[in-house]
């Protein structure tokens, strides 16, 4: 069975760094909660509040220790602010996770998101017993599909109706990354 830990030293290049997420974080949450998207698919608050946001780190902080996968915040260097998070939790079947990755609006621009999923993906294939990373995405959302596809995603399909928010149905386009992707 798969067992993620944390990388040690922190997976980190010139611009960004991959790290625990700390309760000095806050102000990346509340960012995050004031971008409609980013609550509308994911766990952080819709309506930020302090406890609210501390509960939601503290739920990232949690995902490893339960075996659950890895939620690391996306730092800028060398402020070492938090501007987003990347996140691989263990799929089903053995040897298999799903990413999944936000940033807040002032830090989508300069790849910072195609660099955070190289970091990660790289290290958890060569470092772990992953044999398989997927990753999900809105068909309009080109920045994401072009930014896992920089890091060798490899595109499956789209499936219909997969994706549950604001009150209805949508299609996602089905990405993995294998070893041989990285060769």
């Known amino acids: 069975m798969t067992e993620l830990n944390y990388p040690f030293p ?17 102000a990346c949450v509340a960012e995050a909660a004031s971008d409609p998207r ?5 766990t952080v608050p819709a309506r ?4 609210e946001g501390r509960a939601w780190i503290e739920r ?3 995902r490893q220790p339960e075996g659950r996968g890895l939620s690391l915040a996306i730092a800028d260097r060398p402020s070492n602010e ?3 998070l990347i996140v691989l939790m263990l799929g089903d079947a053995p040897g298999t996770a799903e ?10 621009a300069g790849g910072r998101g195609t660099r955070a999923i190289r970091l990660l993906s790289s290290w958890a294939l060569a470092e772990t017993d992953l044999g398989r990373i997927g990753a999900r995405v809105e068909p309009g959302n080109e920045a994401s599909l072009q930014a896992l596809r920089k890091c060798g995603f490899v595109t ?9 928010l604001a009150g209805r149905h949508h299609d996602v386009v089905s990405l993995s990354l294998i070893p041989a992707d990285l060769e």
Request: no cysteine; charged share 25%.
């Open 38 to 42: 980013i609550p509308e698919g994911t």
């Open 60 to 62: 990232q902080l949690s």
């Open 156 to 164: 499956e399909g789209v499936l219909r109706s997969h994706l549950y």
């Open 10 to 26: 922190d997976l980190a290049d010139n611009r960004v760094q991959l790290r625990r997420w700390t309760m000095a974080d806050l």
């Open 99 to 108: 990413l999944g990755y936000w940033l807040i609006p002032r830090a989508r």
């Open 48 to 51: 930020y509040t302090e406890v």
């Open 82 to 84: 938090a501007m987003g």
